[in-house]
């Protein structure tokens, strides 16, 4: 089985990378990866698979950070001009309703849920020759969006999964889920899906992510902080600056009090812990006292306890700078994540899959693998964890041209290949005839 597995996906090699090449030059940020899903959802549609989208896949109210119902509109006749396939482009998509799940039902066994990120940064892209994606003709042509962390990648490894498994059907017992999840930057999407209740049956789940080191597959991370992000606006009242000083209320006093003391939060003794101003924005003249301004900031700590404290104290503090300056504070949550570990069993598991069945890639140590980044995946992780599954947190390894959230981000793209055949032999592991409980 193991010489199959790597044949059917050495056999989609450069279907792969020319899948990978077309999201990347048609990146879409977090709820606009409406060509990227419709894509994804004809392509699983012909396969065979049972296709989950919109409404269906995403519960409404759990979404975070939607852009505005103009610019959704806007992307949506965009993504339909560079070339969405019409009759999978839906309504809901409008709505930036976007993320596609692909469902193989086999009769009895485990649930196994693989999980692929599809969501581009809003970065402007290198225009440059020594840039291999301008130089080859496929840099974002999406000014302002960017796949500058592999997730182009991701979702040309979950399609060639998704084939590869299609192949190996009548040999494959239980139920899989592929979830090509939209707005992983920022931590807005993970959560909708996690709401709707896609995890709530799951026995294993694998996420990847690819990244830079040596070896090929590091079977498992951990440590990864849980995170929220924030904005906080700072209502006040506007006044001529020279005229009438004392009828103002300024916001933009409030948010920099709100700063600096954010900065000042005490560190927490049960680990690490962390706070980043990025954005400060308000006024319209020098001379008029202004009458709103906003900040953007995220928390973060080693636990979700730790960062729960974070939020505690940040809420606080803004608060209590805008009551100084006689104004109002409206904090609205964009996103964010939960502390998360791979389990070890699962993880050990894992390695010795790849060691076994796939022993031209190289398998590398977990001692180094803890991640002090955040990661909505961790929600996914939790959830199946909560309920007595296993869940990991891979990562695919290959050489980068840059580095990640860079403008000249690349990757070498032999990692397609290799992590298709990865989580091939994984779920044939989980549930061929060779193994895997039933549920």
Request: hydrophobic share 40%; proline share 3%; with cysteine.
């Amino acid at each position: 089985m193991k010489e199959r597995i790597v044949e059917y996906a050495k056999a989609l090699d450069q279907v792969s990378r020319e899948r990978r090449r077309d999201f990347h030059k048609f990146a879409e940020t977090a709820w606009l990866e409406m060509r990227t899903s419709a894509i994804i959802s004809r392509t699983l549609d012909q396969l065979g698979y049972e296709v989950v989208t919109g409404r269906d896949l995403c519960l409404e109210e759990a979404r975070l950070g939607l852009p505005e119902p103009e610019e959704l509109e806007a992307r949506w006749k965009l993504a339909l001009l560079q070339g969405a396939p019409e009759e999978y482009l839906t309504e809901d998509m409008k709505e930036g309703f976007t993320g596609v799940m692909g469902i193989l039902r086999l009769g009895p066994g485990p649930v196994v849920a693989l999980r692929f990120d599809i969501d581009a940064l809003g970065i402007v892209e290198e225009e440059s020759e020594s840039h291999r994606p301008f130089r080859e003709g496929f840099a974002s042509v999406n000014k302002g969006s960017m796949h500058a962390c592999g997730h182009d990648g991701h979702g040309a490894i979950g399609l060639g999964v998704a084939e590869v498994l299609m192949k190996l059907k009548g040999e494959l017992h239980g139920t899989i889920k592929l979830i090509f999840q939209p707005g992983e930057e920022g931590g807005k999407g993970a959560r909708a899906i996690v709401a709707h209740g896609h995890l709530n049956d799951v026995d294993y789940f694998v996420g990847t992510h690819i990244a830079p080191d040596d070896g090929d597959v590091t079977p498992g991370t951990w440590g990864s902080l849980a995170n929220s992000k924030y904005d906080a606006h700072f209502y006040g009242k506007a006044a001529h600056a020279g005229g009438f000083p004392e009828k103002g209320r300024s916001a933009v006093v409030a948010a920099c009090n709100a700063v600096l003391n954010l900065t000042a939060i005490p560190r927490h003794s049960g680990g690490i812990s962390r706070v980043n101003v990025g954005v400060i924005q308000g006024g319209t003249s020098r001379n008029v006292i202004p009458d709103h301004a906003v900040i953007q900031f995220e928390v973060r700590g080693e636990t979700t306890e730790i960062n729960r404290f974070m939020e505690q104290e940040a809420a606080r503090i803004c608060e209590s700078a805008a009551q100084m300056s006689g104004c109002a504070c409206r904090m609205i949550l964009q996103g964010g994540g939960e502390s998360q570990h791979s389990d070890l069993d699962f993880l050990e598991q894992i390695g010795g899959i790849v060691e076994r069945d796939l022993p031209h890639l190289r398998v590398s140590s977990c001692k180094n693998a803890q991640n002090w980044g955040s990661e909505d995946i961790s929600l996914m992780m939790n959830r199946v964890q909560e309920h007595g599954g296993k869940a990991v947190y891979m990562r695919s390894m290959t050489s980068l041209a840059s580095a990640q959230h860079t403008t000249a981000y690349d990757f070498d793209e032999k990692v397609l290949v290799e992590a298709i055949q990865t989580f091939s032999a994984i779920v044939w592991e989980l549930c061929g005839n060779c193994g895997g409980a039933e549920a």
